[in-house]
C-alpha cells in the first residue's frame, strides 16, 4: 500500500508555504485589481491599498499564531490540516457530549478549505494567463483573444497538475529555486521605485504626497475593501499544515513554518515591495480605459487600474524614466516578467499540493468520493484528486479571463472560503485549549478572539459588497457569493445522500477517536 515519505525539513515545509505565498508574482498580478477597486458608490479605494495589506497582514498573523498553536497539539494530523484540527477540537473533550459536534465542525472546515484551495489555483491560472498575454502584447502590440487565453489557462493546469503529480519532492526544489529567484527581481523592483521617486528625473506628480501618505488610512472603509483582495496576496502560510505526513518532525518544524513563511514574506516582503510600488507610482504612468463606452486617456492609479500589468508598466516607465533611453525599461520588464511567470508556477503548484492533500485527507475519512483518496503508487501523490483539481483549474482559470470583473469574482469566491476558514480555525483553536493545562489566555484566547472577529469583519464586508453595492463591485462579490453557495449546495447533498446509504448521522458521538 502507497504512503506518503516524511522527507521535509523545516526548509521543505517553509519553501512550500513561502511559494503560495509568492510576493514576487503577487505585486504583478493583484496590483491592477487592487488599483482598480472602487466602492459601490463608484470611488476609488486604492489610496488605501499599504493601509489595507496591513489590516491583512494583521488578520492573516492573528490566524496563523492559532494554526501554530494547533499544530502544535495536532502534530499527527498528517494532511487534514484544519480539517483534522476542527474535529479533534470537539473528540479531545473528556465529557462525551461534546463529542457529536466533531463530524459538523469538520465537515464545515472542510467545505471552506475546499472553496479555497481548489478556487484559488484557478485564480492563479488565469493570471497566468494575462501575464503571458501582456507579454505577447508587449512584442507584438496586440492582445490574445478569448479563445487563446482559455488554451493557455487549460495548457497551464494541465503543466502544473504534471508536477504535482511527480510528487512534493520535486515541488519543493522547483518552490525553493522560484523562491530565491522572485525575491532578487523583487528587490530590484523596489529599489528602482525609490530611486525613480528620489531622484524624479521626469519632474512627475507623484500619486502619494509621502511615505506618510502611503502608509497611513485615509478611509477606514476603503481599508476593508482593499482587505477583501489583500488576504489573497498573504494566504499560504497555513499550507505548510497539510504537510505533516510528509514532515520529518512535524511537530517541531510544523509550527515554525507557518509563522516563518509570514514573516518573510508577509510582513517584510509585501510591506516593502507595495510601499515602493505605491510611492513611485505618479502621472507619468499614462494607458487608456474605456469609461461609458468611450476611450479617453488616463495617469496615475487610473492607468494602474486599466492596466493589465501597471508593475510591467511602471518598470518601463521608471527604467527609461532614469536611463533616458527606451529599451533598457522593455528589457528588464520582459525579465522580471519571467521571473513572476516562474513564480506564479510555483504559487499554483503549491496551492494544488495543499489542496489534494486536504482532499485525500476528506476521502480518507470517507467524507468524500474515495477515488479522490487513491496515492499513486510511485509517486506517492493523491493522483486523482489532482486531475480532478486540473479539471477545475482549467474551468475556473478560463472564467477569470473574460474580464477583470470575473477575475475579481472568482478572487473573492477564494477568499470568502479563506475568512470562512481563518474564521472557524480561530474558533476550534479556542476550544481545543479550553481545559488543557498548557493553555495560555493569551495565544489560545485574545489572539483567536481577534482573529475570529477580523476575518468575521472581512466575510461581512464581502456580503454588504454583494447584496447592498452596486455597480462592477457587487457583480464581483454576487459572483463570488454564487460561488460559494453552488458548493455549499454540492456538499449537502453529497452528505445527505453518503449519511442515507450507509447510516451515519450529522451529529453522533465517534467510535473511533484517533
Known amino acids: 500500500m502507497a504512503e506518503m515519505k516524511k522527507t521535509l525539513g523545516l526548509t521543505g515545509v517553509t519553501v512550500n508555504a513561502m511559494a503560495l505565498i509568492a510576493p514576487g508574482a503577487f505585486l504583478w498580478i493583484t496590483y491592477q485589481v487592487q488599483a482598480a477597486q472602487t466602492t459601490p458608490g463608484g470611488d476609488s479605494t486604492a489610496m488605501d491599498m499599504w493601509p489595507g495589506i496591513v489590516f491583512a497582514l494583521i488578520l492573516a498573523f492573528l490566524t496563523a499564531i492559532s494554526y501554530s498553536e494547533l499544530a502544535k497539539i495536532y502534530p499527527e494530523a498528517g494532511t487534514g490540516s484544519a480539517y483534522y484540527f476542527a474535529e479533534k477540537a470537539f473528540i479531545d473533550k473528556e465529557e462525551t457530549r461534546h463529542h457529536k459536534w466533531g463530524r459538523l465542525a469538520k465537515l464545515a472546515t472542510g467545505w471552506a478549505a475546499h472553496l479555497f484551495y481548489w478556487v484559488y489555483p484557478g485564480v492563479m491560472v488565469a493570471f497566468m494567463a494575462t501575464l503571458l498575454s501582456y507579454i505577447w502584447q508587449a512584442f507584438t502590440g496586440e492582445s490574445l483573444a478569448l479563445p487563446a487565453l482559455i488554451v493557455i489557462a487549460c495548457l497551464f493546469s494541465i503543466f502544473v497538475g504534471f508536477i504535482a503529480y511527480r510528487g512534493v519532492s520535486g515541488s519543493t526544489t522547483t518552490s525553493l529555486l522560484i523562491n530565491v529567484i522572485q525575491l532578487t527581481a523583487l528587490a530590484v523592483f523596489a529599489v528602482i521605485a525609490i530611486i525613480y521617486r528620489t531622484a524624479n528625473p521626469e519632474h512627475a506628480n507623484f500619486v502619494f504626497s509621502s511615505p506618510a501618505d502611503v502608509m497611513l488610512p485615509h478611509n477606514m472603509m476603503n481599508v476593508l475593501f482593499q482587505g477583501t483582495i489583500a488576504i489573497l496576496i498573504l494566504v499560504g502560510f497555513e499550507s505548510c499544515t497539510a504537510f505533516g505526513a510528509e514532515a520529518k518532525n512535524a511537530k517541531r518544524d510544523v509550527p515554525r513554518a507557518v509563522i516563518l513563511a509570514l514573516v518573510i514574506q508577509g510582513l517584510i516582503a509585501y510591506l516593502f515591495e507595495y510601499f515602493a510600488a505605491n510611492f513611485g507610482l505618479s502621472d507619468k504612468l499614462t494607458g487608456t480605459a474605456t469609461v461609458d463606452g468611450a476611450t479617453k486617456a488616463v495617469s496615475g492609479v487610473d492607468a494602474a487600474g486599466a492596466s493589465s500589468a501597471p508593475i510591467g508598466d511602471m518598470i518601463v516607465q521608471m527604467v527609461n524614466g532614469l536611463s533616458g533611453g527606451e529599451g533598457i525599461g522593455f528589457a528588464l520588464m520582459i525579465v522580471i516578467a519571467v521571473t513572476v511567470a516562474l513564480a506564479i508556477l510555483g504559487t499554483t503548484l503549491s496551492a494544488m499540493n495543499t489542496a489534494v492533500r486536504i482532499t485525500y485527507a476528506m476521502a480518507q475519512d470517507s467524507e468524500m468520493p474515495q477515488p479522490l483518496g487513491l496515492l499513486h503508487l510511485e509517486n506517492a501523490t493523491p493522483h486523482v484528486a489532482v486531475w480532478a483539481l486540473v479539471v477545475i483549474s482549467a474551468i475556473v482559470g478560463s472564467i477569470g479571463c473574460v474580464s477583470v470583473v470575473f477575475l475579481t469574482g472568482i478572487t473573492l469566491a477564494s477568499n470568502f472560503g479563506t475568512f470562512v476558514l481563518y474564521a472557524l480555525t480561530c474558533l476550534w483553536t479556542i476550544i481545543a485549549f ?81
Do not use: C
Open 434 to 514: 479550553a481545559g488543557r493545562h498548557e493553555r495560555n489566555s493569551l495565544l489560545h484566547m485574545i489572539i483567536p478572539i481577534l482573529g475570529l472577529l477580523a476575518n468575521i469583519v472581512m466575510l461581512l464586508t464581502i456580503l454588504g459588497l454583494g447584496f447592498i453595492g452596486g455597480g462592477d463591485s457587487q457583480t464581483e462579490s454576487m459572483m463570488a457569493l454564487i460561488i460559494a453557495g453552488i458548493w455549499l449546495v454540492a456538499s449537502v447533498v453529497y452528505v445527505v445522500a453518503r449519511n442515507a446509504k450507509t447510516g451515519r448521522k450529522l451529529m453522533e458521538v465517534p467510535s473511533v477517536t484517533s
